[in-house]
Structures are given as structure tokens and as C-alpha cells.
Nanobody
Framework: QVQLAESGGGLVQAGGSLRLSCAAS????????GGWYRQAPGKQRELVSTITSSGSTNYADSVKGRFTISRDNAKNTVYLQMNSLKPEDTAVYYC?????????WGQGTQVTVSS
């Protein structure tokens, strides 16, 4: 069975950077497309960024120019590089990835940005 393992969250100061990783295991096929979502306390989960099988990327307006999504096919991993972090970026970040014909969710990783 496919599992997505997330890592890279933590506590940073405003203006700092973090890189989130989402690694797929349990399949001979890797991640073909994916996205990152985030959910702040008391709020709904929102889409942050996506990457297609062809490598095209999209970003929410709130993170455009600061975050970068990428994929390493050899490592079956999708990344989210987060720069110039703001307190409003504080949330649990979830990876959503396509492996074969199905979509899977990661367990979430906490990102906290202090003022």
C-alpha cells in the first residue's frame, strides 16, 4: 500500500525558510503529480500549490513568489520550499500526491512562524 511520509516542519522566525518533503513508498511507481495544502487552527484546509506530471506549477496568491514546489522522480519525493515566511503561514501542511491512478494524503507536518 502507498504511504506518504512528510517531514521538514518546525518553528522559524518571520522571514526564515523551511523545506517540506513528501516521500512516497509502497509502490514501484513514483509521484506523478501532487500538491500541498495547509490548515490553520479553526480554519478550513486550503490549497497552497500544485505540480502536474509535466512539471507545470501553480500557487495560491498568498504564497506566490515565496514558495516553490518541485519533484524529484528518482527519490519519489515532492518538495515545498518556503521562503520569506510570515506568521500567517502558520498551519499544518499536508501533501496530496498521485501515485499510479490514486491520490493519497500525507500525515501533515506543523509549520509555526513567530513574529
Amino acid at each position: 500500500q502507498v504511504q506518504l511520509a512528510e517531514s521538514g516542519g518546525g518553528l522559524v522566525q518571520a522571514g526564515g525558510s523551511l523545506r517540506l518533503s513528501c516521500a512516497a513508498s509502497g509502490s514501484s511507481r513514483g509521484i506523478t503529480a501532487g500538491g500541498w495544502y495547509r490548515q490553520a487552527p479553526g480554519k478550513q484546509r486550503e490549497l497552497v500549490s500544485t505540480i502536474t506530471s509535466s512539471g507545470s506549477t501553480n500557487y495560491a496568491d498568498s504564497v506566490k513568489g515565496r514558495f516553490t514546489i518541485s519533484r524529484d522522480n528518482a527519490k519519489n519525493t515532492v518538495y515545498l520550499q518556503m521562503n520569506s515566511l510570515k506568521p500567517e503561514d502558520t498551519a499544518v501542511y499536508y501533501c496530496n500526491a498521485r501515485v499510479l491512478t490514486s491520490w493519497y494524503w500525507g500525515q501533515g507536518t506543523q509549520v509555526t512562524v513567530s513574529s
